[in-house]
């Protein structure tokens, strides 16, 4: 069983202001502060693992995060990456509907592994990544609850 081992971010400011892409390719800015961010790699089996679990608990997760879908090199195509996306969500019967996309690698320097969830518990931004049970990933959305 995994421990809840949340810490402080290391770039609080770049997960206060995280540029990504929506499905149409439009440029909005996420605050982790304001609601949780998990940022999953495409081709990350611990992810995938992650967004099943999530999605097998849904009823008892006090919310859904932010799903940011990471992994892709500078210049890779949005529609790429969109229909990368929804193959996932079908294959492995997804259903959270907020997904944007951060592609390249300048912006994700303060990932430190994936899954990697950022969530504000009393004003302070914490970080959990890796692959947990599903009571580890519940404490911190209930943590990022009270805080909404």
Partial sequence: MSAFN?????????????????????????????????????????????LVLLQKHIADTPGWPTVVYVGYPDGFPLKTAVRIEHEEKKAFHLTYTHVYYLIGSADQTYIHGFPYLVFNRRGTLLSLFGEHTFPVWKKALDDAAKNR
């Fill in 6 to 50: 949340a810490g402080p971010v290391t770039h609080p400011n770049a997960e206060e202001h995280i540029r990504v892409e929506t499905t149409a390719g439009t440029w909005v800015t996420l605050n982790a502060k304001n609601h949780p961010v998990l940022f999953a790699a495409y081709w990350c089996p611990h992810c995938q693992r992650t």
